[in-house]
């Protein structure tokens, strides 16, 4: 019996449209293998990074002064592009917020014309030719209507990060401004844990230490997530993200 070539077209782009896919399989069972050793610096390109432009610095003799410090001392706090800040993230925030509404409405409305210029009117109606019965003069109309609703909503958030990353002066503004961007990578276990930073500071607001908390970071963009196994166990498949979104009920 020949194999069915719908199934196995389906399995080849199954097993090729993940890069990693038969490499994992080959491993089933083994532990990972790790990384022969070599030339790290053939690795990867060279990083390139913001610089600031070359300033000629003119030496005095017997002077221990240098023209254009701001101290006697020389002042370890990032200034130029190139300078590397720590930020230090503590988010400790909680959020409970609980409302609910309820509205109704009643109406009731009743018309009715008993006589008419003297006449009664249900003697009236009872002689127009078709009429059999008459019909009850105070109660010619009759109208009610009613509706309600109910509403309840609570939300309930806590969020705790600590965490502290080097960040890079990547440019400097023209009131003199530092934008910062630093990111930080650590694999461990086949999972990639990735922190991302981004903001504007002050130069007065970094510390002596060179340090500045996020909380003083305008326009802060912070984000810590990961890839890996655990990641993939954690997030839903394509498919039911897809049905998701697709589906309207």
């Given at each position: 019996m020949t194999?069915?070539?719908?199934?196995?077209?389906?399995?080849a782009?199954?097993?090729?449209?993940?890069?990693?896919?038969?490499?994992?399989?080959?491993?089933?069972g083994a532990p990972p293998p790790q990384s022969a050793i070599d030339n790290p610096a053939g690795k990867r390109p060279p990083v390139q990074m913001p610089m600031p432009t070359p300033i000629a610095v003119e030496r005095q003799a017997n002077s221990l002064w240098q023209p254009g410090a701001r101290a006697f001392f020389k002042d370890q706090r990032a200034s130029t592009v190139?300078?590397?800040?720590?930020?230090?993230?503590?988010?400790a925030d909680t959020a409970s917020m609980?409302?609910?509404?309820?509205?109704?409405?009643a109406n009731t409305e009743n018309a009715g014309l008993p006589s008419f210029l003297g006449y009664d009117v249900g003697r009236i109606a009872k002689r127009l030719p078709g009429t059999n019965a008459a019909p009850a003069a105070g109660n010619l109309m009759d109208m009610s209507s009613g509706s309600s609703s109910t509403g309840t909503g609570s939300i309930e958030r806590k969020e705790t990060i600590a965490l502290r990353i080097a960040a890079v002066v990547t440019q400097i503004l023209p009131n003199g401004n530092l934008?910062?961007?630093?990111?930080?990578?650590?694999?461990?276990?086949s999972e990639n844990r990735i922190?991302?930073?981004?903001?504007?500071?002050?130069?007065?607001?970094?510390?002596?230490t060179n340090e500045i908390p996020h909380d003083r970071l305008a326009e802060?963009?912070?984000?810590?997530?990961?890839?890996?196994?655990?990641?993939?166990?954690?997030r839903p498949r394509w498919g039911q993200e897809i049905f998701d979104v697709i589906f309207p009920f």
């Open positions: 194999p069915r070539p719908l199934p196995v077209l389906a399995l782009l199954a097993l090729g449209g993940c890069a990693g896919t038969l490499d994992r399989l080959s491993h089933v190139g300078d590397i800040v720590t930020i230090t993230i503590n988010i609980e409302n609910s509404s309820a509205r109704s409405r934008v910062l961007q630093g990111s930080q990578e650590v694999l461990v276990n922190l991302q930073v981004a903001g504007v500071v002050r130069p007065q607001d970094i510390r002596s802060a963009r912070i984000q810590y997530g990961g890839r890996g196994q655990i990641t993939d166990v954690q």
